[in-house]
């Protein structure tokens, strides 16, 4: 699998577009992208997945860059909920691989 | 749907006893996957099954370690013995296929303290 670079952390305010990137540089061509993410202490809960296009569904928005070296989740809105450890990774396996994620704070 | 569904929440149990976690998938998923969670290692996958077929059990850690899904509704990972270092939350998790695979669901995790 490729390997995806996040930053560690960021906090975004409520009511404000957070955009979380992610780095996967080495991606082939048939890999897709995939967003996670886990509150504290439940589950990883699945968000979004992208091939080439640009992918949005109810809780957000994926943007694929042109090159497929990068990609961008957005959530929209962000609430006080959306404080979680955000994953992306990369792969055309059935099986995905979490790294360290980006920590995200949504405050107040 | 309730979800994938895990049990025993919280396992406490003495270092050498047997630990056996249960998991309930989606129904109609054909995916299971078992994943094991710490701060140091954070999140591993140990075995997936596919149709109820083991198909890598790479990450299983050692030979202590087993998991068998008898069928489509029921999945176990024992540890036999069990060791404090297998102290950890463990996920199990479930999807499907349609060409590509979809987002897994994850249940609520097992956490086990080996003491």
């Known amino acids: 699998d490729a390997k995806t670079t996040q930053p560690p952390s960021m906090d975004c305010a409520e009511g404000r577009a957070a955009n979380l990137p992610c780095n996967h540089s080495?991606?082939?061509?048939?890999?897709?992208v995939y967003w996670y993410r886990q509150i504290h202490s439940q589950g990883p809960q699945y968000i979004i997945h992208?091939?080439?296009n640009n992918e949005t569904n109810e809780m957000a928005s994926l943007i694929i860059t042109e090159d497929r070296k990068s990609s961008t989740l957005i959530l929209p809105h962000a609430t006080l909920r959306d404080t979680a450890v955000y994953y992306c990774?990369?792969?055309?396996?059935?099986?995905?691989?979490f790294g360290a994620g980006t920590t995200v704070t949504v405050r107040a | 749907d309730a979800g994938v569904i895990q049990s025993p929440r919280h396992e406490v149990t003495e270092m050498g006893q047997e630990v056996t976690l249960r998991c309930k998938p989606i129904?109609?998923?054909?995916?299971l996957f078992w994943y094991r969670q710490t701060m140091m290692r954070g999140l591993e996958l140990l075995i997936y099954?596919?149709?109820?077929?083991?198909?890598?059990d790479s990450g299983m850690p050692e030979d202590r370690f087993s998991a068998k899904m008898p069928n489509a509704s029921f999945s176990t990972l024992k540890i036999q013995p069990s060791e404090p270092r297998d102290s950890a939350v463990y996920f199990c998790?479930?999807?499907?296929?349609?060409?590509?695979?979809?987002?897994?669901?994850f249940g609520s995790g097992t956490r086990l303290t080996v003491v």
């Open positions: 998790a479930s999807s499907y296929h349609t060409g590509v695979l979809r987002g897994y669901t």
């Open positions: 080495t991606i082939s061509g048939n890999e897709y």
């Open positions: 992208g091939l080439k």
């Open positions: 990774i990369v792969t055309n396996d059935y099986k995905l691989s």
């Open positions: 129904s109609g998923h054909d995916y």
């Open positions: 099954f596919n149709n109820n077929v083991p198909i890598d």
